[in-house]
């Protein structure tokens, strides 16, 4: 897939166009039926395309930290949009210059150049500064172009519209299956494996110190049942325990997530590694002493065990 950064306005384009807009944070089952739109309406001619933004709006206009993390860093969005057949992504850097383009600017100078044939977005769709126009002011300008506009609903859960907001909030509050229900598939972090204090190793339970995510939001401190992907050609899935949080019995100092790969024996040091969170089994404690700590472990192991059935 091809990636263009954007500062200001789009590069030009002369091959015709279907472009999805939105920031895509997490390509969630509401992304996944813009995606599904795109590919129906697309030609063998047209270039199925995502103009994407950096950051939150809320995060670079009112500083809102509950915005400055992502369900998932650009290269995950790349790569997951390119599965479900994207051929460009334009990745916008939203600043606060950028907040003060008016909505005639953002289509007739910005989308006018990139030969736009038929633009998507979902219902609730605003731009322009102040978040001035919606979808139907979308559609409107967009005549002056000569793009169509396709406005599409929200994918209903439980009555209640898929969002990137709420499936943040499941993550933070450990709610992971509720989670996975709306993004389609377990949430998942991408780093490197780093050497850290190799602590779990004395314990008996060596675990891979996951670096390079401080971008993600953080998941609930607690343990957790999940897996661990191998990222290469053919990946490899393993069975694992997942520790997210501050680590107080051994005075940790920092956030971080360890995993315990069950039955697995080798050294993935600096390799690429993906985990996903499939379920919440316990919230962090702070335990009186190691001997505590490792007896829970030990239950927890057991646990996860039962509940794979191995």
């Not at 969005?77 to 600017?105: I, W």
């Not at 172009?145 to 994918?155: D, L, R």
């Not at 290469?232 to 997530?257: F, M, W």
């Amino acid at each position: 897939m091809e990636m263009i950064e954007v500062q200001g306005q789009p590069p030009h384009n002369s091959e015709p166009v279907v472009l999805i807009i939105g920031k895509m944070d997490g390509v969630h089952l509401g992304h996944q039926s813009l995606l599904k739109e795109a590919e129906r309406l697309a030609t063998e001619e047209d270039k199925i395309a995502v103009y994407g933004f950096s950051d939150h709006p809320k995060w670079v206009l009112r500083g809102d930290e509950s915005f400055k993390y992502s369900l998932s860093t650009t290269a995950d969005r790349q790569e997951r949009l390119e599965q479900f057949g994207v051929d460009r992504y334009y990745h916008v850097h939203f600043t606060k210059e950028y907040a003060k383009t008016s909505p005639e600017e953002f289509v007739l100078q910005h989308l006018n150049r990139l030969n736009v044939r038929h633009v998507i977005v979902g219902e609730d769709f605003r731009f322009g500064k102040g978040r001035g126009s919606d979808a139907e002011g979308l559609a409107e300008l967009c005549k002056q172009i000569g793009a169509e506009v396709s406005i599409v609903p929200g994918v209903m859960l439980h009555d209640r519209k898929v969002s990137s907001t709420d499936i943040r909030n499941h993550v933070a509050q450990g709610r992971m299956e509720a989670a996975q229900a709306m993004l389609g598939r377990p949430f998942e972090i991408t780093g490197v494996v780093e050497k850290g204090e190799q602590l779990g190793r004395q314990l008996g339970f060596p675990t891979l110190n996951v670096g390079g995510i401080d971008d993600y939001v953080k998941v609930k401190p607690g343990v957790y049942l999940g897996l661990v992907k191998k990222v290469q050609e053919a990946p490899e899935y393993y069975y694992t325990l997942i520790s997210a949080g501050y680590r107080p019995t051994v005075n940790g100092d920092s956030y971080k997530v360890e995993a315990y790969l069950l039955d697995f024996s080798g050294d993935l040091y600096d390799q690429r590694v993906t985990v996903q969170f499939l379920r919440h089994m316990r919230d962090e404690e702070n335990y009186d002493g190691m001997d505590a700590l490792v007896e829970q472990m030990h239950k927890d192991e057991k646990y996860a065990r039962t509940i794979l059935g191995l």
